[in-house]
């Protein structure tokens, strides 16, 4: 069966434009988490969607940077404003049932360079 | 706030040798994983331990779940080139949500 997809894989842009990331979890998954990850480091907490539940927005850095997810499948992570600081690979993963110790599968990521 | 500290950050080793990664923390997790991540992919999970004292093995990587549920390790037992990538540890929270530590970088060199 298909995984967790993301695009695009790659985006280059300016300082100061808005971004919209995608990612399209594994069919079936009600929780989904966006994170993201410096070179080299590990990765930091962002959002987390668990079925109709409010999100978890706990993890985002600040008011520039926003989640939605319609449907209860596909989410966009949006940041408005870019900074050259949010220079990053975003990767987001989904679960079965959002439970703790269960698996979370990851997509690819999107790179995201700021310029 | 719950953080983890993985070590070391970086390791070099020959074909052969052995290794351990470790992941502390003082705070409690009800859960430990740990992940694999190769360049351009996400992580794919590795492991996970629930019960302190817990002992997991995989083929030739054992993964260790302190007792007090606040740190573990993982050892590989004659390193080979295939296991070089980063080596992530995450300690679970209520809802599934994860706090990573910052990696280990393993180069297992021919």
């Known amino acids: 069966g298909a995984g967790v997809s993301q695009s695009p894989s790659n985006k280059v842009t300016e300082k100061g434009k808005d971004v919209e990331l995608r990612c399209d979890p594994i069919s079936g998954h009600t929780a989904l988490y966006w994170y993201r990850q410096s070179l080299g480091q590990g990765l930091e907490f962002l959002i987390y969607f668990q079925g109709n539940s409010a999100p978890d927005k706990s993890g985002l850095p600040s008011d520039r940077f926003s989640a939605e997810r319609t449907g209860g499948s596909v989410s966009t992570l949006t940041i408005q404003r870019t900074q050259q600081e949010d220079s990053a690979v975003y990767l987001c993963?989904?679960?079965?049932?959002?439970?703790?110790?269960?698996?979370?599968?990851f997509g690819p990521g999107t790179r995201l360079l700021v310029l | 706030t719950q953080l983890l500290e993985q070590s070391p950050q970086f390791l070099s080793i020959q074909e052969g040798e052995n290794l351990t990664v470790y992941c502390n923390s003082s705070s409690v997790f009800s859960s430990l994983q740990w992940y694999r991540q190769e360049p351009g992919e996400g992580p794919v999970l590795l492991v996970t331990?629930?019960?302190?004292?817990e002992v997991k093995k995989l083929k030739r990587l054992t993964f260790q779940f302190g007792d007090a549920r606040k740190d573990s390790s993982l050892h590989i037992t004659a390193a080979q080139p295939g296991d070089t990538g980063l080596y992530l540890c995450?300690?679970?929270?209520?809802?599934?949500?994860?706090?990573f530590g910052q990696g280990t970088e393993l180069s297992v060199k021919p």
């Open positions: 995450a300690g679970g929270l209520q809802g599934g949500k994860l706090i």
């Open positions: 331990v629930v019960t302190g004292g």
């Open positions: 993963a989904s679960s079965s049932m959002g439970r703790t110790q269960e698996t979370q599968y």
